[in-house]
């Protein structure tokens, strides 16, 4: 069974940073591709940052490039989201998200595993 747990979300000031992890169990996280997204309040949960199977590509939502890091660390099994110059419109429920296929893709329905969530909280 394939478990997802982020983790890293808190409070930071607008231009402040946060890196979130993501610890896989179940699937190593090279196999197949991973992702993470977020659901600010009243929004649809949309697609932030994603990285390939083995290739490791990457794709980024032009809101969040040059201030995103997508990585990941097949030793611990771990994908983290970098975030630099937060600001507060990116309030948001983050979450991580497992793809059984390992090519790149960025729709929300082309994952099959979901973590539970974490807040980030960015104030101005």
């Known amino acids: 069974q394939v478990q997802l747990v982020e983790s890293g979300g808190g409070l930071v000031q607008a231009g402040g940073s946060l890196r979130l992890s993501c610890a896989v169990s179940g699937r190593t996280v090279r196999r197949g591709g991973m992702g993470w997204f977020r659901r600010a309040p009243g929004k649809e949960r949309q697609i932030v940052a994603a990285?390939?199977?083995?290739?490791?590509?990457?794709y980024y939502a032009d809101s969040v490039k040059g201030r995103f890091t997508i990585s990941r660390d097949n030793a611990k099994n771990t994908v983290y989201l970098q975030m630099n110059s937060l600001k507060p419109e990116e309030t948001a429920v983050y979450y991580c998200?497992?793809?059984?296929?390992?090519?790149?893709?960025?729709?929300?329905?082309?994952?099959?595993?979901w973590g539970q969530g974490t807040q980030v909280t960015v104030s101005s």
């Open positions: 998200a497992a793809d059984n296929l390992g090519p790149l893709r960025i729709g929300e329905h082309d994952y099959d595993y």
């Open positions: 990285v390939s199977g083995y290739g490791g590509t990457t």
